[in-house]
């Protein structure tokens, strides 16, 4: 195996660059914040790179970068416990301009919902939800039972349902005076 000193494999930089906008949408999920995410990726990608040596070949290149970028992000989350959270979103809604069509607003009371989720829930059910990963390999970059693993996706998707007043699952997205376009609203 080449060495990081010698430069990387074309197999590993062409994985590792595949990776780049699950790793991201991961780490903004985790970070809420577009800013920190692309610094907690920026750190993944360097520690990936200079242990590459560490990474056997043939394994899932995937769930080593997500296992990376998670431990890399609690290690943060550690280290900044006496900072000012921003958790009610205040600040960086005055850094925002508000959106003006109602699937913006949808998508920003979901993301509140998601940030409001404990964390390991939210790790869960972007995982599984959004990343693709199967709940095993989910479990795996969890370092959980699998069971416990989709018992948290479990609770989340019950959890943003009750946060976000869902009486079922397509409640979401436009409502009867403001239907998506090409459909006709229902009578009220």
């Known amino acids: ?44 990608i360097l520690k990936a790179w ?27 989350l550690r280290l900044r416990r006496r900072e000012l959270p921003d958790s009610d979103g205040e600040h960086s809604a005055r850094l925002t301009v508000h959106p003006g069509q109602h699937a913006a607003l949808d998508l920003k009371d979901f993301r509140r919902a998601l940030e409001a989720l404990p964390n390991d ?26 069971g416990t693993l989709k018992s948290r996706v479990n609770r989340a998707r019950a959890s943003l349902r009750e946060l976000l007043s869902l009486a079922e699952d397509d409640d979401f997205g436009p409502d009867m005076a403001f239907p998506a376009a090409g459909t006709a609203a229902k009578p009220v």
């Not at 056997?56 to 997500?66: V, Y």
């Not at 829930?121 to 699998?146: K, M, P, T």
Request: hydrophobic residues 40%; charged residues 20%.
């Open 121 to 146: 829930h939210r790790e869960a059910i972007v995982l599984v939800g959004a990343s693709g990963f199967s709940y095993e390999e989910a479990a795996a970059i969890c370092g959980c039972a699998v």
């Open 1 to 44: 195996m080449t060495s990081a000193r010698d430069g990387a494999s074309p197999d590993f930089k062409r994985d590792l660059l595949a990776q780049l906008p699950a790793l991201r949408a991961f780490a903004v999920s985790l970070c809420g914040r577009s800013d920190q995410a692309d610094d907690l990726l920026q750190n993944t």
């Open 50 to 76: 200079s242990n590459q040596e560490s990474f056997a070949p043939g394994t899932n290149m995937k769930a080593w970068l997500f296992r990376i970028l998670r431990n890399d992000f609690y290690s943060e």
